[in-house]
């Protein structure tokens, strides 16, 4: 009977009808030959490998005493016991083996009885239906249970294991992969599921929901046991529309009286899809295959015409998310063609049909009924059927591991992080959530990813010091770590964090919290509320229970309200309280690890006020309980800590890491690299990596034009040695000193970060211009038409004070936000969570692209700007006078042009004549015209507050009316 694989399109198991040797059982212990009841060996040549299961193996056998009876018994060629573990019912053992040669199709060998008498049977088997364990770690390990389901047709191992190879990552890869951060031993019990749904010649008439029965029924033993361990689902095309039936079936369904359902239901914390037709897959070539035979209706069920099956499955699914909202989901599609079947002119199918896409990256991405965020799938660059085998080494591969080990990690984390004081977890509930989403806001990884983490080789002393030492063994410490601007003490304190969250004890045994003041910024990234509302998020993602009475607090702000569409507002007062109050609730359990960067970047009176509320803290907070530590870096001035901290001093202790930096970036010229330049620029960094970053470009770009090691050297020399007079010197040196003071106006003041296609308009608008069109500014001269074009310009106009960074822009149906490096944002919210997180209204995703936006290369180059450099440019103001009332006229200036350069662009024609042709600017044409209309979106939301910030600073405004061709009821319903 011919059987066909979807998983492997079509591979056909061929099997050959042999001679069943019976023998008469004379005594219970047979002969060797007598032990099997029944015999067959396959066709298959010698030089193909197949894998059959064992189950029944006695719980006190290992894995030489079982190859040893099967060589003895079975008299295969070769055979090769690869793994033995514990069926889920606890009572035996159940073996994988490897055969080479003629191998046991089908067998059944009797045993000796047990102590109680009961006799023992061996069964071997191909076919693997039910549940098989592949591993299991010893019961004091054991923290997961992984369930694996193959697709359509596929063979519950076979599906899983690499092409014309023996390597079954399940088994062979996963169980070394998934291991506990603490001992570094396996954790993860891996477990496949099988199930007959082929396609050719079937005489099966289950359906989907059948099929789900049957694989929850599986799972009862499991269910049933005392500690159910956190689960984590794989499904393989059909396999994952089982997964999706079974849970929405649990969902669904009242609770029967054990409750091992619902139960079981909790306990999934990661679902994995790999090719899953959410939506419906190409089935064509199955309707051929299945012709009329009982199974067509299940065929035609996954088509992708209007399935009301899936439809339906997808809307019950969704209810269960609701339900069991701490599920991680992740899809995984293909991006290759797979053959497909053709019956050929003797009726046998072959696999060299038509290729086809069989399952589209939409319909493998849409588990949900919204659209899938981009965070949650990744293209795999195989076929249907290959999708899930990889080889050892396989850089596909790395992709799964990685997010299993992910889903893992979250599955396993310590149950105290959510208990209360009675020790009863606290869920993260719809409130919670709720309140999650409202403390959080885009920007607050950003500073942290943006980061550079540290070069090979460098940071390492840090362990070593006597401060630091002394200070992470204390029971209660306050770590400072000072330097001059631009001396690394952002990257050191990333690698402290990083060190810390790779060290599984600490990291299992303690809250990490971080936040990295950023002045370049946005508003919340360089205040104390942004400050409070970080350090609260992370504190109440990873501990909930420590944290309720914030969560009652806006339950009752939320019971007064009684409206749906007022967002909170959060008041630094208010947080300040709720941070301190869980303090102690906080270190009753775990240890507390803060670390905050940049302290002097939120301004003199915050950072003072911020260490005097942590170092009180440190003294009133009960000494009983887990640890607390908190690092601080900062400038030397304005903030001098406390007589009992630790203190380190960046540039007495970086001249190493300086000199590895700078040999590592001149290697690339051997001219210089084997010169005393290396040497030279270290030493006259004096301990400023900014110093030396810069000096070591200067010098690259005097050897790639080919200057004499003299010629280098003299410049090197010639170089200032503080930063604020290297900065003016290469502000003396710029060409094009106005349009570099309105570059640098934008990079100091704009209310966000902008990009590099709102800086090309930003730049060529003139408000003083008689021009009314964008056309008649795309025609000058100045106007650059190109990102890649504005980013060489850029360069060129900062002298290299200037960088392009990446955001990803995720528009919404009613807004847009900005997230900045995503790949790092790995304490990553729930996967709804992340699709609502920084949504007023309904989340829906409308778009996704990246940006480049532009930004100082370091802060002391913007307070450079801000307190000398724009008087410098300025030729109106002039370089001589420096006092602070010239400098606060510069700021005010720069906000009196930006605010005039938005609002003329709002007043260009085509804007105003496209607003005109709208009666009301509905969200998606606003959507529409921020893509037009680069500039639009930002001029729009600032103009308003860089009048404000000009008006502050004595510039008069009355000329504002003026460009907005008031009244202007077009430019208001912007």
């Not at 506990?180 to 007959?196: F, L, N």
């Amino acid at each position: 009977m011919a059987s066909f694989d979807i998983t492997q399109f079509g591979l056909l198991a061929v099997v050959a009808v042999v001679t069943v040797v019976a023998f008469a059982a004379a005594h219970r212990w047979l002969s060797s030959a007598s032990k099997l009841t029944a015999l067959a060996t396959s066709t298959k040549s010698a030089t193909n490998h197949s894998t059959c299961r064992i189950r029944g193996v006695p719980i006190d056998w290992d894995i030489p005493r079982l190859q040893s009876y099967l060589a003895e018994h079975v008299g295969a060629a070769s055979i090769d016991v690869i793994s033995l573990a514990a069926e889920i019912d606890g009572r035996s053992l159940t073996g994988t083996a490897t055969y080479s040669g003629h191998h046991p199709q089908q067998a059944s060998l009797e045993l000796s009885p047990d102590q109680t008498g009961r006799r023992q049977y061996l069964t071997i088997d191909h076919d693997f239906l039910g549940i098989t364990t592949l591993y299991a770690p010893p019961r004091a390990d054991h923290e997961l249970d992984v369930i694996s389901v193959s697709g359509l047709g596929g063979h519950a191992f076979g599906s899983f294991k690499e092409r014309n190879g023996a390597h079954m990552w399940l088994r062979d890869s996963l169980p070394n992969d998934l291991t506990d951060r603490d001992s570094e031993r396996p954790m993860a019990r891996i477990m496949v599921y099988g199930h007959d749904s082929r396609v050719a010649e079937s005489n099966s008439m289950q359906d989907l929901e059948d099929m789900s029965i049957s694989f929850r029924e599986s799972l009862l033993p499991l269910m049933g046991t005392p500690t159910l361990k956190p689960v984590i689902l794989i499904g393989h095309s059909l396999g994952g529309l089982i997964v999706k039936q079974a849970l929405a079936s649990i969902s669904a369904s009242p609770s029967e009286p054990s409750g091992a359902y619902k139960r079981f239901a909790r306990a999934i914390h990661g679902i994995i899809f790999f090719g899953v037709p959410h939506d419906g897959m190409e089935i064509n070539s199955l309707r051929k295959m299945a012709g009329n035979m009982l199974n067509r209706s299940l065929i035609e069920s996954l088509g992708r015409e209007n399935s009301s099956v899936l439809a339906n499955l997808r809307r019950h699914f969704n209810k269960m998310l609701d339900e069991f909202s701490d599920t991680d989901i992740f899809s995984f599609y293909e991006t290759e063609m797979s053959n497909t079947p053709r019956q050929d002119a003797n009726k046998k199918w072959t696999m060299d049909g038509q290729r086809a896409i069989l399952v589209s990256k939409s319909s493998a991405t849409r588990f949900r009924a919204s659209e899938c965020d981009p965070l949650e799938a990744c293209a795999i660059a195989r076929s249907h059927s290959d999708i899930v085998k990889f080889c050892r080494h396989d850089n596909e591969y790395d992709k799964v591991r990685e997010r299993l080990r992910i889903f893992a990690q979250r599955a396993v984390i310590p149950k105290c992080l959510r208990q209360n004081d009675d020790g009863v977890t606290v869920p993260i509930d719809p409130l919670t959530k709720e309140c999650l989403r409202l403390l959080a806001f885009p920007e607050m990884d950003y500073r942290l990813n943006d980061i550079d983490t540290a070069a090979n080789d460098t940071c390492g002393w840090l362990r070593e010091h006597a401060a630091y030492e002394q200070w992470s063994s204390a029971h209660r410490g306050l770590l400072w770590i000072k330097g001059k601007p631009g001396s690394g003490k952002s990257t050191l304190l990333r690698y402290i964090l990083d060190h810390y969250k790779a060290n599984p004890v600490i990291r299992n045994g303690a809250a990490l919290v971080s936040f990295f003041f950023h002045g370049r910024g946005t508003e919340l990234q360089k205040t104390l509320l942004g400050f409070f509302r970080s350090v609260l998020h992370q504190i109440l993602r990873q501990i909930p229970a420590a944290l309720q009475d914030m969560v009652a607090a806006f339950k009752n702000w939320k019971d007064l309200v009684k409206n749906e569409a007022e967002t909170k507002r959060w008041h630094e007062k208010e947080l300040r309280g709720f941070l301190k109050g869980s303090l102690s609730k906080i270190l009753k359990r775990r240890s507390l690890w803060l670390f905050v960067d940049a302290l002097d970047e939120s301004g003199k009176e915050n950072a003072i006020e911020l260490v005097k509320d942590f170092e009180s803290l440190l003294r009133e907070v009960p000494s009983a309980g887990g640890q607390f530590h908190i690092c601080f870096t900062c400038r030397h001035y304005p903030i001098v800590g406390g007589d009992r901290a630790f203190n380190i001093y960046l540039e007495d202790e970086n001249a190493d890491d300086i000199s590895t930096y700078v040999r590592a970036h001149l290697s690339q010229s051997s001219y210089m690299a084997g010169s005393t330049i290396p040497i030279m620029i270290t030493e006259r960094a004096n301990g400023v990596f900014m110093w030396a970053r810069l000096v070591v470009q200067k010098a690259l770009e005097l050897d790639n034009d080919g200057h004499s090691l003299a010629t280098i050297k003299n410049s090197i020399e010639s170089i200032p040695p503080e930063l604020d007079e290297v900065y003016a010197r290469l502000v003396e040196d710029m060409d094009d000193k106005e349009v570099s003071l309105k570059l640098f106006q934008w990079i100091c003041f704009a209310t966000r970060p902008i990009s590099l296609d709102e800086m090309r308009w930003a730049l060529v608008v003139d408000f003083g211009s008689s021009r009314r069109t964008l056309q008649q500014y795309q025609d000058r001269a100045e106007y650059i038409p190109d990102n890649e074009r504005m980013e060489k310009r850029l360069k060129v106009l900062s002298r290299g004070l200037a960088e392009v960074s990446r955001r990803t822009l995720i528009q919404y149906l009613y807004r847009t936000e900005y997230v900045y490096d995503n790949e790092l944002t790995e304490k990553r919210l729930e996967v709804q969570e992340r699709c609502d997180m920084f949504s007023d209204g309904p989340a829906t995703v409308v778009d996704t692209s990246e940006e480049r936006i532009i930004q100082f290369i370091h802060q002391s180059a913007r307070d450079f700007f801000i307190n000398k450099g724009l008087l410098a440019l300025d030729s109106n103001m002039g370089w001589g006078s420096s006092s602070a009332i010239t400098a606060n006229r510069a700021v005010g200036m720069a906000h009196f042009g930006l605010a005039r350069t938005c609002v003329r662009y709002l007043a260009m024609e085509e804007i105003s004549q496209t607003t005109a042709r709208n009666s009301e600017i509905t969200a998606a044409n606003r959507i529409a015209l921020t893509k037009k209309f680069h500039l639009l979106a930002y001029a729009t939301v600032s103009w308003v507050t860089h009048v404000k910030e000009s008006e502050a600073r004595g510039i008069p405004q009355d000329d504002i009316l003026e460009y907005f061709l008031w009244p202007s009821e077009c430019l208001l319903q912007l």
